[in-house]
C-alpha cells in the first residue's frame, strides 16, 4: 500500500491560517445568483476533499456515487487485516529470533560442558575421599552434569520452535503482502474513478442543473424575537473591530474540516498518520477561543443564566451591566496581563537564538533590536525565536502566546465600547 509522509510545513499552517479566512470572507460577500444551481467549482473541490468515497456524486444527485463507497469500505478492511498480519508477523518473527538466540547460546555451552565432563569425572576420581578437592570436583562434575541436562531442554525447546515457526514467518508475510495489494488496488481503482469523475464533472453538472425543477417563491417571514444579524451590533470602531476578528477566525473551523478529514484518510487508507494535524488543531482552536471573545460579547453570545437580569428594562440592565463591569475588567486586565508574561517567556527560552530573543532576556536594549532586525530572522534556518512544542512537527508556540494577548486587547477595547454603550442608556432614560 502507497504511504503518505507529508508534514505540514510551519509557514504554510500561518500561511493557511490567514489567507483561507481572507479568501473565505470575499466569497460570502459575492452577490448571490437569483437561481441556486450546482457549480463546477464546488463539485470539484468536493471531488477533491471527498472523491475517493463519492461525495460529489451526491452532491450532483447521482446515484452512482453509491460504486465508490463498497470499494473504500474494502480498502479500510484491507488494511485493517494487513495490520492484523503485521502484527502477526511480528510476533512470530519474534519467538523465532528468541528460539534462534537459545540455541546459539546453548548449543557452545552444552558442547563445551560435555567435553569437559569426561575430564572433570577423572579429576574427581583422583582426589581423596572426605577432602576440599573432592567436594570441589564434585560440585563442577555437578554443575557440568546440569548444564548438559538443562541446556539440552532448552536446545530441544528451542529447536522445535525454530522448526514450526519458520514456516509461519513466510506464510503471515505472504498474508501481509496478500492485503496489502489487494488495498493498493482497491485504490488505484477508486483513484481511476476519481480522475474519470474529474473529466465527466462539466456534464454532470450541465446534467444536475437540468433536472432543477423551479419551486415557487417562498416569503421570507421574519421572526420578530429571533436573533439580530451581526452587522445590526456593531455601532462603533470597536464593534466593527470585534466583529471582523470572529468572523475572521469563524472560518477556521472550516480547515479544520479538511485537516482532519487528511488526518483520517492519511491514518486509516494510506497507514501514515500524521505528527501534526492533531496538535495543529487544538493549537488553532485555541487562538480561535481567544479571539472571539470580544465577537462573543459584542452579540451577547456568552452562556450566561439570567433568570433575573432577562426581565430587566434596558435602562436597569445597562445600570446592572455598569456595575458587573469591574469584575469583567479584573478577568480581562489579568488575562492580558498575564498573556503577555507568557508571550515574553516564550521568546526568551534559553534556546532562542535571535535578536528578538536576546532583546526578552534583556540581554540587548530595545533600540539595538530594532536597528537589527531584518528579514533574516525570518528567513534564516538557523535562528529559533523560543519555544517550540515538544511533539515532532516542533511547531513554535510564541505566536499562540502572542495571539493570547490579543485576545486579552480585544476584550478589554470591547468592554469599554460596551461600557460607553451603557453610560448612554442610561443617560437617555
Same mark, same amino acid.
Request: hydrophobic residues 50%; aromatic residues 12%.
Given at each position: 500500500?502507497?504511504?503518505?509522509?507529508?508534514?505540514?510545513?510551519?509557514?504554510?499552517?500561518?500561511?493557511?491560517?490567514?489567507?483561507?479566512?481572507?479568501?473565505?470572507?470575499?466569497?460570502?460577500?459575492?452577490?448571490?445568483?437569483?437561481?441556486?444551481?450546482?457549480?463546477?467549482?464546488?463539485?470539484?473541490?468536493?471531488?477533491?476533499?471527498?472523491?475517493?468515497?463519492?461525495?460529489?456524486?451526491?452532491?450532483?444527485?447521482?446515484?452512482?456515487?453509491?460504486?465508490?463507497?463498497?470499494?473504500?469500505?474494502?480498502?479500510?478492511?484491507?488494511?485493517?487485516?494487513?495490520?492484523?498480519?503485521?502484527?502477526?508477523?511480528?510476533?512470530?518473527?519474534?519467538?523465532?529470533?528468541?528460539?534462534?538466540?537459545?540455541?546459539?547460546?546453548?548449543?557452545?555451552?552444552?558442547?563445551? &560442558?560435555? #567435553?569437559?565432563?569426561?575430564?572433570? @569425572?577423572?579429576? !574427581?576420581?583422583?582426589? +581423596?575421599?572426605? *577432602?576440599?578437592?573432592?567436594?570441589?570436583?564434585?560440585?563442577?562434575?555437578?554443575?557440568?552434569?546440569?548444564?548438559?541436562?538443562?541446556?539440552?531442554?532448552?536446545?530441544?525447546?528451542?529447536?522445535?520452535?525454530?522448526?514450526?515457526?519458520?514456516?509461519?514467518?513466510?506464510?503471515?508475510?505472504?498474508?501481509?503482502?496478500?492485503?496489502?495489494?489487494?488495498?493498493?488496488?482497491?485504490?488505484?481503482?477508486?483513484?481511476?474513478?476519481?480522475?474519470?469523475?474529474?473529466?465527466?464533472?462539466?456534464?454532470?453538472?450541465?446534467?444536475?442543473?437540468?433536472?432543477?425543477?423551479?419551486?415557487?417563491?417562498?416569503?421570507?417571514?421574519?421572526?420578530?424575537?429571533?436573533?439580530?444579524?451581526?452587522? &445590526?451590533? #456593531?455601532?462603533?470602531?470597536?464593534? @466593527?473591530?470585534? !466583529?471582523?476578528?470572529? +468572523?475572521?477566525? *469563524?472560518?477556521?473551523?472550516?480547515?479544520?474540516?479538511?485537516?482532519?478529514?487528511?488526518?483520517?484518510?492519511?491514518?486509516?487508507?494510506?497507514?501514515?498518520?500524521?505528527?501534526?494535524?492533531?496538535?495543529?488543531?487544538?493549537?488553532?482552536?485555541?487562538?480561535?477561543?481567544?479571539?472571539?471573545?470580544?465577537?462573543?460579547?459584542?452579540?451577547?453570545?456568552?452562556?450566561?443564566?439570567?433568570?433575573?437580569?432577562?426581565?430587566?428594562?434596558?435602562?436597569?440592565?445597562?445600570?446592572?451591566?455598569?456595575?458587573?463591569?469591574?469584575?469583567?475588567?479584573?478577568?480581562?486586565?489579568?488575562?492580558?496581563?498575564?498573556?503577555?508574561?507568557?508571550?515574553?517567556?516564550?521568546?526568551?527560552?534559553?534556546?532562542?537564538?535571535?535578536?528578538?530573543?536576546?532583546?526578552?532576556?534583556?540581554?540587548?536594549?530595545?533600540?539595538?533590536?530594532?536597528?537589527?532586525?531584518?528579514?533574516?530572522?525570518?528567513?534564516?534556518?538557523?535562528?529559533?525565536?523560543?519555544?517550540?512544542?515538544?511533539?515532532?512537527?516542533?511547531?513554535?508556540?510564541?505566536?499562540?502566546?502572542?495571539?493570547?494577548?490579543?485576545?486579552?486587547?480585544?476584550?478589554?477595547?470591547?468592554?469599554?465600547?460596551?461600557?460607553?454603550?451603557?453610560?448612554?442608556?442610561?443617560?437617555?432614560?
Amino acid at each position: 500500500m502507497p504511504g503518505l509522509s507529508f508534514t505540514l510545513p510551519h509557514w504554510l499552517y500561518w500561511v493557511g491560517l490567514i489567507a483561507f479566512p481572507a479568501i473565505a470572507m470575499i466569497l460570502a460577500r459575492r452577490p448571490r445568483p437569483a437561481e441556486r444551481l450546482y457549480t463546477k467549482t464546488i463539485a470539484y473541490m468536493i471531488l477533491v476533499a471527498g472523491g475517493i468515497i463519492g461525495i460529489h456524486r451526491f452532491y450532483l444527485k447521482s446515484i452512482l456515487g453509491l460504486i465508490f463507497i463498497p470499494i473504500f469500505v474494502f480498502v479500510l478492511y484491507s488494511n485493517s487485516s494487513e495490520q492484523h498480519a503485521r502484527t502477526q508477523q511480528t510476533n512470530i518473527i519474534n519467538q523465532l529470533r528468541m528460539a534462534e538466540r537459545i540455541v546459539d547460546r546453548e548449543k557452545p555451552r552444552v558442547s563445551e &560442558a560435555v #567435553a569437559a565432563i569426561d575430564s572433570l @569425572r577423572a579429576d !574427581l576420581a583422583a582426589t +581423596e575421599e572426605g *577432602s576440599f578437592a573432592r567436594r570441589s570436583a564434585e560440585k563442577k562434575v555437578d554443575r557440568a552434569a546440569r548444564t548438559i541436562e538443562t541446556g539440552r531442554a532448552k536446545l530441544d525447546e528451542a529447536e522445535t520452535t525454530v522448526a514450526e515457526t519458520a514456516p509461519l514467518v513466510a506464510a503471515s508475510s505472504e498474508k501481509r503482502a496478500f492485503w496489502s495489494r489487494a488495498a493498493a488496488w482497491a485504490l488505484y481503482v477508486l483513484l481511476a474513478m476519481v480522475a474519470i469523475d474529474a473529466i465527466l464533472i462539466p456534464g454532470l453538472v450541465r446534467q444536475a442543473n437540468g433536472s432543477i425543477e423551479m419551486e415557487p417563491e417562498v416569503p421570507i417571514v421574519i421572526d420578530p424575537d429571533s436573533r439580530q444579524p451581526d452587522p &445590526a451590533y #456593531a455601532t462603533n470602531f470597536i464593534d @466593527r473591530i470585534s !466583529l471582523f476578528c470572529g +468572523e475572521f477566525v *469563524s472560518y477556521w473551523a472550516v480547515i479544520a474540516v479538511f485537516v482532519y478529514y487528511y488526518e483520517v484518510i492519511a491514518r486509516y487508507v494510506f497507514n501514515s498518520p500524521t505528527n501534526w494535524a492533531h496538535e495543529s488543531m487544538y493549537l488553532m482552536f485555541g487562538m480561535q477561543y481567544l479571539i472571539a471573545g470580544a465577537y462573543a460579547m459584542l452579540t451577547e453570545s456568552h452562556v450566561r443564566v439570567d433568570i433575573f437580569y432577562a426581565n430587566f428594562s434596558p435602562r436597569r440592565k445597562a445600570i446592572t451591566d455598569l456595575l458587573t463591569s469591574v469584575f469583567f475588567f479584573i478577568f480581562a486586565g489579568t488575562l492580558m496581563a498575564t498573556s503577555w508574561i507568557f508571550a515574553m517567556d516564550a521568546i526568551a527560552v534559553p534556546s532562542g537564538n535571535g535578536i528578538l530573543s536576546a532583546w526578552a532576556r534583556g540581554e540587548i536594549p530595545t533600540a539595538e533590536m530594532l536597528s537589527r532586525f531584518d528579514l533574516s530572522q525570518f528567513t534564516d534556518p538557523a535562528i529559533r525565536w523560543g519555544e517550540i512544542s515538544f511533539n515532532e512537527w516542533e511547531v513554535p508556540l510564541w505566536p499562540m502566546k502572542w495571539v493570547m494577548v490579543l485576545g486579552g486587547l480585544l476584550l478589554i477595547l470591547q468592554g469599554i465600547s460596551k461600557v460607553g454603550k451603557d453610560i448612554r442608556a442610561i443617560a437617555r432614560g
